[in-house]
């Protein structure tokens, strides 16, 4: 009422009633109703960087430590990450995700003015540099030797994926955290 009953006051000076101005009081008030349902049903979405990198950093650990371990198990050539790799890349990529929303997907959804996004000759030099930052700490921490590197066994790599993709899921619900490795749908 502090907002609506000034403006009506206003208005009635120059002959507009209230009732043209917001419609019928019972749709009036049935529109305060609609909304907090809507806001209820979705809530915002947790856009903290460090929750997001951390989302995704579970989801990257998550899906290279099961993926990797499981092709172990059934291809005749053994190849596997050590921990520091999987632990490093999984870093890097969560950023080089994050930085993708920074730069580019929060700008698609429609909630910031796109005239607001950073200039591409700003921002692609910026994602280049961390892609080829991922490849390289991908190289190097593989050439790690086995003490610095240790390999975890298949099983237990396949239960630690799934316990970051299980820890994922379940402080996305929690936090309610917005994913930075989707793009928003168009």
Known sequence: FEEVIPKILEEQAKGTTARSLYGAPTHWAHSFTVKEQYEKEHPKLNDAPSLMIFDSFLFIFGVFAAISAFMNLVAPRRTGYGLITLILGSLTGALL???????????????????ERPSLWKSMPILVGVMFLWVIVLSFTSLLPQVLNPTIPDVLAIVLGALALVLRFYLKKRFNIKSSSTAPAT
């Open 97 to 115: 995700l994050y930085l993708m929303y920074y730069f580019f997907y929060q700008y698609m959804d429609g909630t910031k003015d796109r005239s």
